[in-house]
């Protein structure tokens, strides 16, 4: 990639930016606001270790470097092991406090919006697609699938997709 660092980087920061107001679009369907949510990305070595990731994943005629792809994969291991709204953050999900859970759905929408609507690569349909597919193996308390499953489709029956497209126009 031969795209000066800072056009990345600045690229990164517009990209986090539309994914935390799409986050918290969806946390203000459910009475909620998350506005540090992600900070970490905008500070080294978190920001140079996603600008890469990001950048190319937005413009496929870009490929990571070998260095490129192993700074990010750092980055995003430790920012899974540190930010509470990550499952990897904790021993068993079953620890995942509620609040922290709420912002994980938030999240889990956020990027399944990306990944659907901006860069045309998810595997999963939605959101519902995605926790039957890659999270309810997990050892969730009942009460914790049935929040899950209830912030899931309250946020898929509230959401104006439109509206949120807006927030991305920035990037396109």
Known sequence: MNIPIEEIIAFHIKRTNCHIQTLNYFAEILGYHFPEHDKDKFSEPYITGYAYCNYAKHHQNCVLL???????????????KMQPHHIEHYDSVKDVPDIFLIEMICDWHSANFEQNCITHANEFSCVSDFFDKAMA??????????????LIEKISQHADYDDVKKIWEQIQ
Do not use: G, R, T
């Not at 070998?66 to 899974?80: C, L, S």
């Open 66 to 80: 070998p260095q490129q792809q192993e700074a990010f994969d750092k980055v995003h291991d430790e920012h899974h």
């Open 137 to 150: 193996h997990l050892d969730w308390s009942n009460e914790q699938k049935k929040l899950i499953k209830s």
